[in-house]
């Protein structure tokens, strides 16, 4: 069968319902549920959320701890492909529908699923959804990752700033640019609405400057200077200096639909999902018990 047949003709199969979305709220969705879950890209969680529920238990987590989200995504993902629940293959471009029929495509083929009812978590990677309506618009969560050049040997892992949205969180991190696992980099969280991304007050650069202020307040000092010549038995230490690596801004945008009995919308957040949660019947539940 020839590459140019199976990019015109592809795949086709049948399913009853299919969970669609790449973040964790759309992968315990469809996991509790035993649902067929199809996505674009991946929205693995950002590295150092916490999630925190007695419900994590059916996923194997201990629950008198804060998880790291990322590790619960990795987990469900890997329980869902073993069952075969993971529709989403490689090298997917793009998810689109057309009337009942959901069309994801990759650069070699198409894969059609024909379905009664898709169920839209996540609608940021699909076309061919009803009319929006109305949309709810929140703060863009903004994430700049920075390179501590000077005063990344310190214990301290966090900081935050009560008071203010701009740079409001500080994780500390072992830096991934150097083999010493002493040597620490950041990354500083911000809630930012759309003005104010593009306002220069809350640019990268203005962060840095917030960022090396926060530091020096927490005590944290740049690499040793020689020692101070009128007390010898004290050291001279370097100002704190980062650099801004990377910024992300992640948006968050409810967009609700007109009405379409082929699409089932859920607006649930990640604690009524969790606090729903059973263990799935069929081979998914025997996987996740036997983990």
């Known amino acids: 069968m020839s590459s140019s047949y199976l990019k015109n003709k592809g795949f086709e199969f049948e399913k009853d ?5 790449g973040d964790l709220r759309s992968l315990l969705y469809a996991t509790f549920r035993g649902l067929p879950l199809i996505y674009c890209n991946p929205l693995l969680p950002f590295r150092f959320d916490r ?11 201990r629950c008198e701890s ?25 090298g997917c471009n793009a998810l ?20 009664k009812k898709l169920v ?18 929140k ?11 000077s005063g ?40 930012l609405n759309d003005r104010q991304l593009r306002d220069f007050d809350f640019s990268d650069t203005m962060a840095k400057f917030k960022i090396t202020k926060m530091m020096k307040a927490a005590g944290i000092r740049g690499a040793r200077n020689g020692r101070d010549q009128k007390y010898p038995d004290k050291y001279k230490y370097y100002a704190v200096k980062v650099e801004p690596a990377e910024r992300q801004v992640i948006s968050s945008v409810t967009r609700y639909y007109e009405e379409d009995e082929r699409f089932e919308h859920c607006y649930d957040s990640l604690e009524t999902i969790l606090d729903e949660a059973t263990l799935p019947s069929g081979y998914l539940g025997k996987i996740m018990e036997s983990m």
């Open 66 to 90: 804060d998880t790291y989200a990322r590790e619960v995504w990795e987990r469900i993902s890997f329980f869902m492909g073993l069952s075969g629940l993971l529709l989403s293959g490689e």
């Open 51 to 61: 999630l925190s529920h007695d419900k994590l238990s059916i996923l194997g987590f």
């Open 139 to 149: 703060q863009n969560r903004v994430i700049d990752w920075v390179n501590v050049r």
């Open 96 to 115: 689109r529908v057309r009337d009942n029929q959901l069309i994801m495509s990759t650069e070699f083929t198409k894969f059609k699923f024909n379905f």
């Open 17 to 21: 319902k299919i969970v669609v979305g």
């Open 120 to 137: 839209i978590v996540d609608d940021s990677q699909i076309s061919g959804l009803p009319r929006v309506v109305k949309q709810r618009t």
């Open 152 to 191: 990344c040997r310190h214990s301290i892992d966090f900081l935050e700033d009560a008071d203010s949205d701009f740079v409001k969180e500080i994780f500390f991190y072992s830096s991934e640019r150097s083999d010493n696992p002493n040597l620490k980099d950041l990354v500083a969280v911000s809630y």
